[in-house]
């Protein structure tokens, strides 16, 4: 792996489903103890049956020792960016610095609208993500600051608390003017699940990524890819998603590291999930690293 890479990182996704409290925290205890670097929530506030995505990262923290969360992604349309900013950091001081932030323009318009949250165009989405990360940096930082935005209008903010470390902005994104974006002001890419970006999409995108940073006078090699992953690891093959025994995904998730670049993988499991969990932390990760070094 490239010296100037950040470092393979491993997690796990679970839904936020207001019936299964219990099983979720379980879930969440069973990846720290088993050595894993992040839990994955997806945000969709709109569905009836789903907690909040900030109230069940912060309860899962408090029941969790060293584990990091993030939003896979939190929804920019309906979270404003001055307040999100303002969350992550409080959350990232009471965990003790466990909080990373992944945010996307929203992906389901009539949902997010019947929620209260804006309509806009293609567009539109990118130059309102283009402002929030702006706004979110600034709110990280120390100094006042206004921002006066088509679409976001911070008209004289005094940031802090300040976040204990330096939290990754990381942004969900496929289309190639949100990705350019990404190249300009993220710290990461957080790529769509594998059956909706196959394997061999991947490399495209990531060339306008890289280009799109080296055009902005950064280090590509600094942004962190991450790669959502379905499937289930046992005997059976073949299927949607990745499918088989813990040897194979060792391989592919090996193979997808050096010749696709991504740094991180989060786990979407198919079946029972607490299972699924251990098979990942103790037979597929650590198979992983022994191939990449």
């Not at 207001?18 to 670097?37: F, K, M, Q, S, Y």
């Not at 993500?129 to 088509?150: C, D, H, K, M, N």
């Amino acid at each position: 792996m490239n010296a100037s890479r950040p470092p393979v990182l491993f997690g796990v996704s679970v839904t936020p489903d207001a019936a299964a409290v219990d099983e979720i925290t379980n879930l969440a205890r069973i990846a720290d103890a088993g050595g894993l670097d992040l839990v994955a929530i997806q945000d969709h506030p709109y569905q009836p049956g789903f907690l909040d995505v900030w109230t069940l990262i912060t309860h899962l923290a408090a029941r969790t020792e060293r584990i990091r969360f993030f939003p896979d992604v939190a929804d920019l349309a309906l979270r404003p960016p001055a307040m999100l900013a303002k969350a992550a950091a409080s959350l990232d001081l009471l965990s003790g610095g466990r909080i990373e932030l992944g945010v996307g323009a929203g992906a389901f318009a009539d949902a997010i609208a019947g929620m209260g949250g804006p309509t806009r165009t293609p567009a539109e989405n990118v130059r309102a993500t283009q402002e929030a990360l702006q706004v979110i940096r600034a709110a990280w930082g120390s100094r006042p600051f206004a921002l006066l935005g088509e679409h976001h209008r911070i008209r004289g903010y005094r940031p802090g608390p300040a976040p204990s470390r330096e939290i990754g902005l990381w942004v969900g994104a496929q289309k190639p003017r949100m990705l350019r974006l990404i190249g300009e002001l993220a710290d990461g890419w957080v790529c769509p699940l594998n059956i909706y970006i196959s394997p061999d999409e991947v490399p495209p995108l990531q060339e306008i990524i890289d280009d799109a940073a080296s055009d902005a006078g950064r280090d590509p090699n600094r942004i962190r890819r991450i790669y959502n992953v379905l499937g289930r690891i046992g005997p059976e093959t073949g299927g949607q998603g990745l499918n088989g025994p813990a040897g194979l995904w060792a391989e592919t998730l090996a193979d997808w590291a050096v010749r696709l670049r991504f740094d991180t993988f989060v786990f979407w499991p198919t079946a029972e999930s607490a299972t699924q969990f251990r098979l990942f932390a103790e037979e597929v990760v650590p198979r992983v690293r022994a191939l990449i070094g």
